[in-house]
């Protein structure tokens, strides 16, 4: 109409921060998704063993692995896959500092009385009854050190030392407040998430070897002059002790206990394993933490060695696949921030297969897709939905390494 005013269509705030018209469908990386549903596939079967095992062996109530629970929590978690599957890359880079900052806030929390929850003499917890789990905070503080490390990096490259101050500090704060809890096993995946994506963002790998020199001898230092907890100590000394076989079978009614049953079910694997929910860690329910820190000790012994491999390569595909998808990203944050996801899966599989193969002193950390614990379980399922998602949108970008590549 002649002379009527033109007005722009209205964006909902919803459609800012969900975009489902800017995914490229025929460009989501699906190799990536089936590769996960099929980790996710072999914990369910390997859970539904446990689960039927103890009723079998006249355990049930007794055992904290529950089949149907982890079935419920999976169900519970699948719309954070969906959230981080639909985020758009733009508004993702403009609120990094969002997730960051409520993964700190919820860091905090869990020293207040009344609602962090106590256990094994660590506040981790947050009791989340209405979803079925409690919350651990320092999963999510993982992803939120992941894009706030992105939207700082991504305008740097890491070349001098004054660029190094802030993202070091932005990853040091959830590390402190996470070795207060205290939470050696996460502490353990934020180093090498940080470093990592260092590394991505351009530091030379002198300069991280010469950080990660300084952290070792940081950590020797502490475990020298007794700043470490008297259970970290403990855990240390046990490891250190731990790889002959007499000190082992010495101490496998102590401190070594965890260990001494988690390398017995493995060897008792062999080359093809005792089969689906069968073997002593199953029958005898010695082996502690076996639907979650020790998954992959039970997958080695009903697997065998030739199953535990698998699982291993199947695992370490799904990091190198991330990996690739990061390198097809143009626009550097996003870049940045699905290669941090690559990263953060890789340092939970070196960590939770060296602590149950006896390479790395014992901590608790999940497997990711295949542990039980709901706060593990939403965030790698956001944390795929991520690097699935901004891989894969379609949105303009001003980045000059858009333009250089």
């Given at each position: 109409m002649k002379g009527a005013a033109w007005h722009p269509k209205r964006t909902s705030t919803l459609e800012r921060?969900?975009?489902?018209?800017?995914?490229?469908?025929?460009?989501?990386?699906?190799?990536?998704?089936?590769?996960?549903?099929?980790?996710?596939?072999?914990?369910?079967?390997?859970?539904?063993?446990?689960?039927?095992?103890?009723?079998?062996?006249?355990?049930?109530?007794?055992?904290?692995?529950?089949?149907?629970?982890?079935?419920?929590?999976?169900?519970?978690?699948?719309?954070?896959?969906?959230?981080?599957?639909?985020?758009?890359?733009?508004?993702?880079?403009?609120?990094?500092?969002?997730?960051?900052?409520?993964?700190?806030?919820?860091?905090?929390?869990?020293?207040?009385?009344?609602?962090?929850?106590?256990?094994?003499?660590?506040?981790?917890?947050?009791?989340?009854?209405?979803?079925?789990?409690?919350?651990?905070?320092?999963?999510?503080?993982?992803?939120?050190?992941?894009?706030?490390?992105?939207?700082?990096?991504?305008?740097?490259?890491?070349?001098?030392?004054?660029?190094?101050?802030?993202?070091?500090?932005?990853?040091l704060v959830p590390m402190g407040l996470v070795a207060l809890q205290p939470d050696l096993g996460t502490a353990m995946t934020l180093a090498p998430i940080t470093l990592g994506m260092f590394y991505l963002a351009g530091a030379r790998g002198r300069q991280i070897v010469g950080v990660?020199?300084?952290?070792?001898?940081?950590?020797?230092?502490?475990?020298?002059?007794?700043?470490?907890?008297?259970?970290q100590l403990q855990r240390v000394e046990t490891w250190l002790s731990s790889w002959g076989a007499d000190s082992l079978i010495h101490g496998r009614n102590g401190p070594a206990f965890h260990t001494f049953h988690a390398r017995v079910a493995i060897g008792n694997g062999g080359w093809l394993g005792t089969g689906l929910g069968q073997g002593v860690a199953n029958e005898a329910a010695h082996l502690p933490e076996r639907d979650c820190d020790s998954i992959f000790a039970v997958a080695a012994e009903e697997g065998g060695f030739l199953g535990g491999m698998l699982l291993i390569g199947l695992y370490a595909l799904l990091v190198v696949l991330i990996f690739h998808s990061a390198s097809q990203v143009r626009e550097r944050f996003s870049r940045l921030v699905v290669g941090g996801i690559g990263i953060y899966f890789a340092s939970h599989l070196f960590v939770n297969v060296g602590v149950n193969l006896g390479l790395v002193p014992m901590t608790g950390l999940t497997l990711p897709l295949l542990s039980t614990g709901g706060s593990s379980l939403a965030t790698s399922l956001l944390a795929l939905g991520l690097a699935l998602g901004l891989s894969s949108h379609h949105e303009p970008s001003l980045d000059k390494d858009a333009y250089g590549e």
């Open positions: 921060i969900l975009s489902v018209r800017h995914l490229r469908w025929l460009e989501v990386d699906w190799h990536v998704l089936l590769v996960a549903l099929a980790l996710l596939g072999i914990g369910l079967a390997l859970i539904s063993a446990m689960d039927d095992a103890d009723l079998l062996w006249g355990r049930e109530g007794q055992s904290s692995v529950q089949f149907g629970r982890h079935l419920k929590t999976l169900f519970v978690a699948l719309p954070a896959f969906a959230l981080g599957l639909f985020l758009r890359p733009r508004w993702v880079r403009k609120n990094a500092w969002l997730v960051y900052g409520a993964s700190v806030a919820l860091l905090l929390f869990v020293f207040v009385p009344g609602i962090g929850a106590e256990r094994n003499h660590a506040t981790r917890w947050i009791p989340l009854p209405l979803l079925g789990f409690d919350l651990q905070p320092s999963e999510l503080a993982k992803l939120g050190v992941i894009l706030m490390l992105a939207g700082v990096l991504h305008q740097r490259r890491m070349k001098y030392l004054s660029e190094w101050v802030r993202p070091g500090l932005l990853a990660l020199g300084a952290v070792v001898l940081a950590g020797v230092l502490a475990f020298q002059v007794g700043l470490l907890h008297e259970y």
